[in-house]
């Protein structure tokens, strides 16, 4: 296999793709079903054709390209991942996945090798969620768990709805469900993805092989007080839900910590109503995002923080609404899929390492219900979703090599 030819296949396709966004030299802004992401969708079919793919684009923006095995009965190999960024986000998020996926087209053409199993690329429309506040929606599309009412539900910053956004891109909302593939039609799903983290970059490892996406429960919670002055309400006579919000927030990060499993929890976002220094609050807002590879502290830490609300926002004498706006349970990735790319790895010297992401992606949607393999190649620094976010593209190449060998595996099986 020629690393060089690979390396600048790939560095050739990327750069090109850095054309495709609404911020020129602020990074990557390519939301979903914008003239940005049609540019990226037609450069991406473009390249599908020429590494000999069938294409296809279907009803809720995916790209697909098809390399025919000779038995169509069997479940697909699938490989891919997003083309949508967030706003002045980087150009490797996603879309490297994406290069990774039709370079591995590429090398099973030009190894002449006969597929069994019909090899898919995928380009998955709007993973990040960021113009409607949702995410996975193409990956999601293609497990039939979207639908017209879906679309008419989430509106973006314009208030304009997804059905919309999709009518405008050429797309019609109405026949999302089509979208859909067969149950048992995917056989397994690999994804390239930079890791967005700095433990690759700080201990110098090569690859690391994925072995669990965290699961992720996400809360707004509101607590209700009494707006009153701040100099002449005695401390025993207010009902202030600033006082009572941060009894509990101290408390969350230790939570996470006292797991002693990598578990996180973050307030990422307290508001106070009205928000003037001289008005006890009458209300105060706040995010609570937990992230964990075990089920059970997620289930352990969202108790503790409803324990706690009743507790101090009773002691108070208010009230509180909490509403969980997110819950996807954990994804242990596939454990056969995993040896075989330590033997890759094993096989061509790279260093490597077992680790789990705590960022979402496309295999933590796919994942629940698909056999999955995940690989992430180094971010320089751990900078992600900003500009100055980098991975060599040489890294990329070693990434392509490994999915290559693990794809020729399958798909001849
Ligand atoms: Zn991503």
Same mark, same amino acid.
């Given at each position: 296999m ?28 390519r939301l979903?079903f ?30 697909f ?8 009965s ?7 991942? *997003? #083309? ?6 980087g ?11 039709i ?5 099973? %053409? ?11 690329t995928?380009? #998955? ?7 409607f ?33 999709m ?29 967005q ?6 201990e ?5 092989l994925?072995?669990?996406i965290?699961? /992720? ?12 002055h ?12 600033v ?5 509990? /927030? ?18 990422g976002y307290? %508001? ?33 923080? *409803? ?12 009230? #509180?609404? /909490? ?8 994804v ?5 899929m995993?040896?075989?790319?330590e033997?890759?790895? %094993?096989? *061509? ?6 680790? *789990?992401?705590g ?17 992430f190649?180094?971010? %320089? ?33």
């Amino acid at each position: 296999m020629n690393k060089e030819l690979m390396t600048k296949r790939i560095s050739e396709n990327l750069e090109h793709l850095k054309n495709f966004t609404a911020t020129p030299n602020k990074g990557c802004t390519r939301l979903p079903f914008t003239k940005e992401a049609r540019q990226a969708a037609n450069y991406l079919k473009t390249l599908m054709q020429e590494a000999g793919l069938e294409v296809k684009e279907d009803e809720a923006g995916n790209v697909f390209g098809f390399l025919r095995g000779t038995d169509p009965s069997l479940p697909c190999v699938m490989m891919g991942s *997003h #083309f949508d960024s967030v706003v002045n986000g980087g150009d490797y998020d996603g879309i490297a996945g994406v290069i990774c996926a039709i370079e591995v087209a590429r090398q099973i %053409k030009e190894k002449n090798i006969i597929p069994k199993r019909t090899f898919v690329t995928a380009a #998955f429309c709007d993973e990040e969620g960021m113009r409607f506040g949702t995410g996975y929606f193409g990956s999601g599309a293609i497990l039939g768990n979207r639908t017209p009412e879906y679309c008419r539900t989430f509106t973006d910053k314009d208030d304009i709805t997804i059905y919309d956004a999709m009518k405008e891109y050429g797309l019609d909302p109405e026949k999302i469900e089509n979208a859909k593939w067969k149950d048992n039609s995917i056989g397994y799903f690999l994804e390239a993805h930079i890791e967005q983290g700095p433990v690759l970059d700080a201990e110098k490892i090569e690859v690391g092989l994925v072995d669990c996406i965290v699961g /992720i429960d996400r809360y707004m919670v509101t607590v209700h007080g009494r707006s009153d002055h701040a100099g002449t309400t005695p401390m025993n006579m207010r009902l202030d839900a600033v006082d009572a919000a941060t009894k509990v /927030i101290y408390k969350i990060a230790d939570w996470a910590r006292e797991t002693n499993d990598g578990s996180v929890a973050t307030v990422g976002y307290i %508001k106070t109503i009205p928000g003037g220094m001289n008005i006890v609050a009458e209300a105060c807002e706040f995010t609570v995002d937990i992230r964990s590879r075990n089920v059970k502290n997620l289930e352990d830490i969202s108790a503790k923080l *409803h324990d706690a609300l009743e507790r101090e926002v009773g002691a108070m004498g208010g009230s #509180f609404d /909490i509403q969980n706006k997110l819950a996807i349970t954990p994804v242990h990735l596939h454990k056969p899929m995993l040896n075989m790319m330590e033997e890759i790895c %094993k096989k *061509h010297n790279f260093s490597y390492r077992y680790m *789990h992401s705590g960022a979402g992606h496309d295999a933590l949607e796919i994942g629940q219900v698909v056999p999955t393999a995940m690989l992430f190649v180094p971010s %320089k620094d751990g900078r992600s979703h900003c500009m100055v976010e980098h991975t060599e593209y040489s890294d990329f190449a070693k990434a392509a090599l490994i999915m290559t060998e693990l794809a020729e595996q399958l798909i001849t099986n």
